[in-house]
């Protein structure tokens, strides 16, 4: 594999991570798309896109999300255990 395409591998993963810690911390606070977007001075298709995996977010809105959502920036990245 070379350096170019094990980037676009972790790239590709982290933002798949991100989308369902983001998917699964809304839902788990009963928020819609709209209130989380609302929350974090977002719009609700990059929240749509976050949780799908499709969108690439600045920093400035990984961290109004994790605000809105009430956790650390790290947990938003944070694998699943085994």
Do not use: Y
Not at 11 to 33: A, N, P
């Amino acid at each position: 594999m070379t350096e170019s395409e094990s980037f676009v591998s972790v790239s590709t993963q982290l933002r798949d991570t991100f989308g369902r810690k983001v998917k699964e911390l809304r839902l788990s606070m009963k928020m819609s798309q709209r209130d989380l977007a609302e929350g974090a001075g977002v719009r609700q298709a990059l929240v749509s896109q976050i949780e799908r995996g499709e969108a690439n977010p600045t920093l400035d809105s990984i961290l109004r999300i994790a605000a809105a959502l009430n956790v650390s920036f790290a947990e938003l990245f944070e694998l699943p255990r085994s």
